[in-house]
Nanobody, 121 residues
Framework: QLQLVESGGGLVQPGGSLRLSCAAS????????ISWFRQAPGKEREGVSC????????TFADSVKGRFTISRDNAKNTVYLQMNNLKPEDTGVYYC??????????????WGQGTQVTVSS
């Protein structure tokens, strides 16, 4: 059974930081390109970041460039999203998603349940 489980969300003040984790079970993560998505209330789900299978290539949405970092530890079967200088507009449910491909443009086949991130003072 292929599963992705996000963790690390919570309540943080503007300017603070959080690190989200996405742990995979039932499959070897290093074969997959991994993305982070988020969805704010009343808005469509948007892509936040993506990392290639070996970690040599990363992409970020313009809204998070310079603030977020994506990384992976294939030995631990886990990917991370380090979020710094958080803003209220970063609030939403964050999902990790996996696809067995080199391309971040293709729809992910596997999704986690999401973890809530709330940025508020």
């Amino acid at each position: 059974q292929l599963q992705l489980v996000e963790s690390g969300g919570g309540l943080v003040q503007p300017g603070g930081s959080l690190r989200l984790s996405c742990a995979a079970s039932g499959f070897t993560l290093d074969y997959y390109t991994i993305s982070w998505f988020r969805q704010a209330p009343g808005k469509e789900r948007e892509g936040v970041s993506c990392i290639s299978r070996s970690g040599e290539s990363t992409t970020f949405a313009d809204s998070v460039k310079g603030r977020f970092t994506i990384s992976r530890d294939n030995a631990k079967n886990t990917v991370y999203l380090q979020m710094n200088n958080l803003k209220p507009e970063d609030t939403g449910v964050y999902y990790c998603a996996a696809r067995y491909t080199y391309s971040c443009a293709l729809p992910p086949a596997y999704w986690g349940q999401g973890t809530q991130v709330t940025v508020s003072s």
